[in-house]
C-alpha cells in the first residue's frame, strides 16, 4: 500500500514538474517571437528603400520611411500679461455744492506693463513624414519643412515623446510631439531616414541582419523533446 503511495505521488509531483517545464518553455518562447518580429520588421523597414506617401508630393528621388498622424506642432505662446504700477497725486477742495465739498484731484500715474510667461502650446495638430530628404509636418493650419540638406541638430526627448529639430533656414527649432508610446518608433524611423540620406544604410542593414540572426539563434528548446542519446561505442 506504501508503494502504492509513493508512486502516485511521484507521478504527481512529475506531473507537475512538466507542467511547469512546458509554461516557462511557452513564456519564454512567446517572448523570444516577439522579440524576433520586431527585428524583422525593423530589418524589412531598413530594406524596403522607402515609397510613396499620400499626402505629400515628394521631390525626385525621394522616397518616405515613415508617416505619423495625429501629430502636434509646438511653438511658444505667451500667457495673458499684467499691468503693474501706481499713482500718487493731491486733492484741493474747490467749494461745495449742496451741502458737499468738492474737490479737485491732481495726480501722476506710473507703471509698466510686464508679459506672460512662454509656455509650449499645441498650435496645430496633423501629419509628419520622414523620408530620405526631409522631415515635414502638415495640418490644416501649419506647414514645416526640415531639409536634411540645413539640418543642424535634431534632439529626441523619449520620455516626454517629442523631438526638436533645428535647421539653417529657420530662425526658431520645429519641435514635434507624439507620445512616449510611439518615439523609439520616430526614432528607428528618423534614423533610417538620415542613414539614406547619408548614404550610409548599408551599415544599419549589417547590424540588423545580425541582431535577427542572433535571436534565432537563441530560440529556447522544447524540453519535452529528448536530447538524442550517443551512440554506444562497440
Request: hydrophobic letters at 40%; a neutral charge.
Amino acid at each position: 500500500m506504501f508503494e502504492k503511495f509513493r508512486s502516485r505521488r511521484q507521478a504527481a509531483e512529475a506531473s507537475h514538474a512538466q507542467a511547469k517545464s512546458e509554461k516557462s518553455f511557452n513564456e519564454a518562447l512567446s517572448a523570444w517571437q516577439a522579440s524576433r518580429d520586431q527585428a524583422a520588421s525593423l530589418l524589412a523597414t531598413a530594406t524596403s528603400g522607402g515609397g510613396a506617401a499620400e499626402g505629400l508630393v515628394l521631390h525626385r528621388g525621394e522616397a518616405c520611411y515613415g508617416v505619423l498622424q495625429s501629430c502636434s506642432l509646438v511653438e511658444e505662446r505667451r500667457g495673458q500679461g499684467h499691468y503693474v504700477g501706481g499713482s500718487t497725486g493731491v486733492s484741493i477742495p474747490i467749494g461745495s455744492l449742496g451741502g458737499r465739498s468738492v474737490r479737485y484731484r491732481v495726480g501722476a500715474s506710473r507703471g509698466h506693463y510686464v508679459q506672460g510667461t512662454p509656455t509650449p502650446t499645441s498650435v496645430a495638430t496633423g501629419t509628419a513624414y520622414f523620408t530620405n530628404q526631409r522631415i515635414v509636418f502638415v495640418s490644416a493650419s501649419q506647414t514645416r519643412e526640415c531639409a536634411f540638406s540645413k539640418l543642424v541638430a535634431i534632439d529626441h526627448d523619449d520620455q516626454a515623446g517629442s523631438m526638436t529639430i533645428s535647421v539653417s533656414n529657420r530662425q526658431h527649432p520645429t519641435v514635434l510631439a507624439y507620445g512616449s508610446g510611439v518615439a523609439a518608433w520616430v526614432d528607428f524611423r528618423v534614423d533610417i531616414a538620415l542613414a539614406a540620406f547619408r548614404g550610409d544604410l548599408d551599415q544599419i542593414v549589417t547590424q540588423l541582419t545580425e541582431q535577427l540572426a542572433s535571436i534565432d539563434a537563441s530560440k529556447p528548446v522544447d524540453p519535452s523533446i529528448a536530447a538524442p542519446v550517443p551512440p554506444t561505442p562497440a
